[in-house]
């Protein structure tokens, strides 16, 4: 059953901007991009990464935002809108899959920093050694406390997005955004005075070329799919909430750099612990929350800095997964009729099953491995398909949707400012990359890795 949801769409342009980066600002920032780059070599891999946000990021977000805009639908009723009863309508399935299995991964972490903010307001860190802090967030994750916050986390995702996107995102987004930069930016001057500074940002910002191989490029690219949170139609069902005046291009770029500008303040922020504070650069997932506990716990009112970021951090894992639920919730409502509601409630419902899996991928069902590219744990293995495969194979489908299929003038009209004359400069260049450049490039990436 189809059915077009009558749409309040965003308040203010302010709003946009505030919803977008809300999406794309989020764990993938300051924890996921710390420990790809410790993972790959540092330098090589920031190189990478902003490149594939520049070729590739900014052209497919104009194309979700300019698909998402012009047909006022999720992604599969926008694929299905413009090509009915035709294979497309996958793409949006894709779509909603890999929504369904970040959401269920990204709530653990979203997790782990809710057991950090309330252990931070108890002052339970302070006085401890690294060693010490070590071993607490060791053993808290074998234990049954990742699993309930897991929980506690998705409910409170589904109490926002039951109420709507405008409602929610748009309020905290707006508030929040800001309060994270300035703090971020403070602790950055903080880990810019620690002993091993210079070490940290040499292997930030000295790229060594000779650890470029496949993985690693294909890392980066599906880290600047997942910190966008591209390919799978969840800026695409924010842009459905667009109105014709909200300027495509121009937004995709302020998105795409404050997002980019997070992920490297928290570069800078944690490279200089991590060698200061004698851990590996390449410890993984856990890398963050074992490096930032220790860089806390030295700061004069140490607990309350803590207590502010794990906050911080929790709530802009919020925005990001109110856009992943978003986009699941829209599927259900406009293609199954469902209520809101109970919409919401199975998507979360999925997400809890899922989730609680990937918690104990750190404990009980840390033995048990998928064979698939080398042998992940379930959270692993969702972390990796959906962002190194998922995403970058939804980012084909939608550029070559939008750059071959929905009609020329339409596209450039939407990647036009200006209503009437020439098209811009960006409304010749992308199309030209979403037909040729972004499907040629990620087929020869993923072929490589191969
Ligand atoms: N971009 C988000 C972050 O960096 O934390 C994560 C994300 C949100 C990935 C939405 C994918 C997505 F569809």
Same mark, same amino acid.
């Given at each position: 059953?189809?059915? !077009?949801? &009558?749409? %309040?769409?965003?308040? =203010? ?5 505030? $919803?977008?980066?809300?999406? @794309? ?9 710390? +420990?790809e ?13 902003i ?10 977000l ?23 009863? %035709? ?13 369904? #299995? ?10 782990? =920093? #809710? ?13 401890? !050694?690294? @060693? ?8 808290? *994750? ?15 995702n ?20 800001p ?13 810019? /005075?620690? &002993? ?36 799978i ?12 005046r ?13 997002? $980019? ?6 570069g ?7 060698? $200061?504070?004698?851990?590996? &650069?390449?410890?993984?997932p ?10 806390f ?9 803590? @207590? *502010? ?12 997964t ?8 829209t +599927? ?12 919401t409630? /199975? ?13 104990? !991928? ?5 033995d048990?491995t ?10 692993n ?8 495969? *998922? ?14 299929i929905?009609?020329r ?6 990647l036009?400012?200006?209503? %009437? ?14 037909s ?6 990620? =087929? ?7």
């Open positions: 059953m189809k059915q !077009s949801s &009558p749409r %309040s769409l965003f308040a =203010t342009r302010l709003g946009v901007i505030a $919803t977008t980066v809300g999406s @794309a600002v989020g764990l993938g920032n300051i924890w996921r991009f710390p +420990y780059a410790g993972v790959h070599g540092g330098g090589a891999f920031l190189i990478l990464y490149a594939f946000i520049l070729i590739l990021g900014v052209p497919v104009c194309a979700e935002f300019a698909l998402g805009r012009s047909t006022h639908r999720g992604i599969f009723g926008a694929f299905s809108s413009i090509r009915p009863n %035709s294979r497309w309508r996958w793409g949006g399935i894709i779509g909603v899959v890999a929504s369904l #299995m970040i959401l269920s991964f990204y709530s653990v972490v979203a997790g782990w =920093t #809710m057991e950090y903010f309330i252990v931070s307001v108890k002052g339970g860190l302070s006085g401890l !050694s690294d @060693a010490e802090l070590h071993a607490s967030f060791s053993s808290f *994750l074998v234990g049954w406390r990742p699993v309930g916050w897991t929980i506690v986390f998705l409910l409170i589904y109490f926002v997005t039951a109420r709507g996107v405008q409602k929610g995102v748009e309020r905290i987004s707006n508030i929040l955004t309060m994270l930069f300035v703090l971020i930016i403070a602790f950055c001057i903080n880990s810019l /005075l620690l &002993p091993g500074a210079s070490e940290g940002l040499a292997f930030l910002f000295h790229p060594d070329f000779s650890k470029i191989t496949p993985s690693v490029v294909i890392g980066a690219m599906g880290q600047a799919f997942f910190s966008l949170s591209l390919g139609g969840v800026m695409l069902t924010y842009a459905s909430y667009f109105t014709d909200t300027p495509i291009v121009r937004s995709a770029m302020i998105t795409a750099s404050l997002d $980019t500008l997070i992920a490297l303040l928290s800078i922020l944690i490279f200089p612990a991590v060698f $200061t504070y004698g851990v590996s &650069p390449a410890e993984g856990t890398l963050v929350f074992e490096v930032l506990p220790s860089i716990n030295r700061l004069p009112g140490g607990m309350i800095w803590s @207590a *502010l970021f794990f906050f911080m951090l929790f709530l802009a894992s919020l925005t990001s109110m856009s992943m639920s978003e986009c699941v919730v +599927y259900f409502v406009e293609e199954k009729g469902m209520k809101r509601k109970s919409a409630a /199975l998507t979360i419902a999925v997400a809890v099953v899922f989730g609680i899996l990937c918690a104990l !991928s750190f404990s009980s069902l840390s048990l998928l064979p698939f590219i080398g042998s992940f744990n379930i959270f293995f969702f972390d990796y398909t959906s962002s190194n495969i *998922l995403l970058p194979v939804g980012g084909i489908l939608i550029s070559v949707f939008v750059g071959r929905m009609s003038s339409l596209l450039t009209k939407q036009s400012s200006r209503p %009437s004359g020439a098209p811009s400069f960006a409304a010749r260049v992308i199309p030209f990359i979403l040729w450049v972004a499907p040629v490039l990620i =087929t020869i990436i993923f072929l490589v890795n191969l």
